[in-house]
């Protein structure tokens, strides 16, 4: 079976991401109530009840608000660093299984590589996934791009990146100024032209699918992020943008 994917939704406002292989199905982040999940999942032809496990990649709220809710209603086991375990309280588990920043491990025939990223978070980590010779990278919520980062996402057949913000209109936009410098800071969030200049480093021959996500709402347009990525982005089979409220549906990594 291919290596598919799907987004529950993508932005400041709630995250989760399904990466599917045959019967299995995990869900990278959650941050909305059960019910919103259940509402978005049936969106895209699933239920909580055909996970086989959740992945967490830092403690923000828009990504960790649902995890626990969620874990325990289906009785799912979760995957997260931690450092992202102790920062904050979100009680009780049915199941916790650590992960370290570099060491791959596996759920079913999925093979799943942590990466420890630069965020402002405890001990924040993205993912690559491995299926049957087919890599998918999902690489948001980090505010630079690093060596390490770019040794473990090149070569990937599809990739959700995101392109945070636009950095003229995060400078004249509504945020306080504290909250500008977190953002476009080295532990915030890619730019624009970041996402770009990651792309043509790190080559995008091989890509099948890019997706560009976890756009603000508030600090960039879908029109902005087209224009800073065009160059990549027209020379990728299929680039699509996600949204907050929608997120994008199923894609599939042919083999």
Known sequence: MALRFASLGSGSRGNGTLVASGEHCLLVDCGFTIKETERRMARLGMTPADLSAILVTHEHSDHLSGVAPL??????PVYLTPGTLRARDIGKLPAVHLIEGHRPF????????????PHDAR?????????RGRSLGILTDLGTVTPHVEEHYSGCDALVLEANHDPRMLAHGPYPPSLKRRVGGAYGHLSNQQAAGFLQRVGY?????????????KNNTVDLARAALAEPAGRVANCIFACQQQG???LA???
């Open 71 to 76: 874990a325990r209603k289906y009785g799912l």
């Open 106 to 117: 596996d759920v079913a025939d999925i093979q799943v590589t942590p990466v420890a990223v």
């Open 123 to 131: 001990e924040a980590a993205q993912f690559v996934f491995r299926c």
């Open 205 to 217: 021959e091989r890509l099948q699918h890019l997706v560009v996500a976890h756009i603000s709402e």
């Open 248 to 250: 994008f549906d199923w």
């Open 253 to 255: 990594i042919e083999t």
